[in-house]
């Protein structure tokens, strides 16, 4: 398959030019118009380009690439590494950020929704034309430890738990990744818990005083949904060969 038809494909699917993002979306570097391998990971690090080196691929698609907003532009050190070895080894790379959070089918807040059986009645976190995270019912509510022990089998780590629900959850928001700062706009929904990944020095005392428990489930564990189902998608479609390979990240 041709790179540029892929592209073209993806910018249309994931409504990328409808998404207000720190980074550019789609096609950050080319390599070869020609497609056979895809391999798909989290974050473009050295790991996951070393490993689709391996494997053949000609192509990497991730959630997290490169050039950032508010990023040192030039190409050295560490990113110049990883960028050098994926021309050197003919290597595109695709990076889909938040359209691989907000998308209906695709996106990584919709399908941990689904895995813990979240009944979805709307979002929150405008970001042009979608909102970013999800809320919704539970389908059968659940105790704090019993959530965070759902969640563990889910993402394969225990998640950090801090806050004050002590019924059960009934009603939760979610918004994968660095999403901490919208605990108070979707406690405001009337949620009794908050799932995201990461967690700051105010977030604790944010969740004790807004009255619901938040659960700090990682980074990383929480976003390799998306990128894995994408990758799957297009396998289906274009019988292309692609390869999901999780670096393990802690954080």
Same mark, same amino acid.
């Given at each position: 398959?041709?790179?540029?038809?892929?592209?073209?494909?993806?910018?249309?699917y994931l409504?990328?030019?409808?998404?207000?993002?720190?980074?550019?979306?789609?096609?950050?570097?080319?390599?070869?118009?020609?497609?056979?391998?895809? !391999?798909? &990971?989290?974050?473009? +690090?050295?790991?996951?380009?070393?490993?689709?080196?391996?494997?053949? =691929?000609?192509?990497? *698609?991730?959630?997290?690439?490169?050039?950032?907003?508010?990023?040192?532009?030039?190409?050295?050190?560490?990113?110049?590494n990883r960028?050098?070895?994926?021309?050197?080894?003919?290597?595109?790379?695709?990076?889909?950020?938040?359209?691989?959070?907000?998308?209906?089918?695709?996106?990584?807040?919709?399908?941990?929704?689904?895995?813990?059986?979240?009944?979805?009645?709307?979002?929150?976190?405008?970001?042009?034309?979608?909102?970013?995270?999800?809320?919704?019912?539970?389908?059968?509510?659940?105790?704090?430890?019993?959530?965070?022990?759902?969640?563990?089998?889910?993402?394969?780590?225990?998640?950090? !738990?801090? &806050?004050?629900?002590? +019924?059960?959850?009934?009603?939760?928001?979610?918004?994968?990744?660095? =999403?901490?700062?919208? *605990?108070?706009?979707?406690?405001?929904?009337?949620?009794?818990?908050?799932?995201?990944?990461?967690?700051?020095?105010?977030?604790?005392?944010?969740?004790?005083?807004?009255?619901?428990?938040?659960?700090?489930?990682?980074?990383?564990?929480?976003?390799?949904?998306?990128?894995?189902?994408?990758?799957?998608?297009?396998?289906?479609?274009?019988?292309?060969?692609?390869?999901?390979?999780?670096?393990?990240?802690?954080?």
């Amino acid at each position: 398959m041709k790179l540029s038809e892929i592209t073209a494909y993806l910018t249309e699917y994931l409504a990328v030019d409808k998404i207000k993002d720190y980074c550019p979306n789609g096609l950050q570097i080319e390599c070869t118009n020609e497609i056979q391998k895809i !391999v798909t &990971g989290v974050s473009a +690090n050295m790991e996951l380009i070393q490993a689709a080196i391996d494997s053949g =691929a000609d192509t990497i *698609i991730t959630h997290h690439g490169y050039f950032w907003k508010g990023e040192e532009p030039t190409i050295t050190g560490i990113k110049g590494n990883r960028i050098r070895s994926m021309i050197q080894n003919g290597i595109n790379l695709l990076a889909y950020h938040l359209p691989l959070d907000v998308h209906p089918d695709l996106g990584n807040n919709v399908l941990l929704a689904k895995q813990l059986g979240i009944f979805i009645e709307g979002g929150f976190g405008d970001v042009g034309n979608f909102d970013i995270g999800v809320y919704g019912t539970l389908s059968t509510p659940l105790y704090v430890d019993e959530l965070q022990e759902m969640l563990s089998g889910i993402l394969g780590r225990t998640p950090e !738990v801090v &806050g004050s629900c002590e +019924n059960k959850i009934n009603r939760l928001g979610i918004c994968t990744g660095a =999403a901490q700062d919208y *605990i108070e706009e979707v406690a405001g929904l009337g949620v009794d818990a908050f799932i995201s990944g990461e967690i700051s020095e105010r977030t604790p005392h944010l969740a004790k005083e807004l009255g619901i428990s938040y659960f700090a489930a990682g980074h990383h564990a929480t976003e390799r949904f998306g990128v894995k189902a994408l990758g799957e998608h297009i396998a289906d479609r274009f019988g292309l060969e692609v390869e999901f390979i999780d670096v393990v990240n802690n954080a």
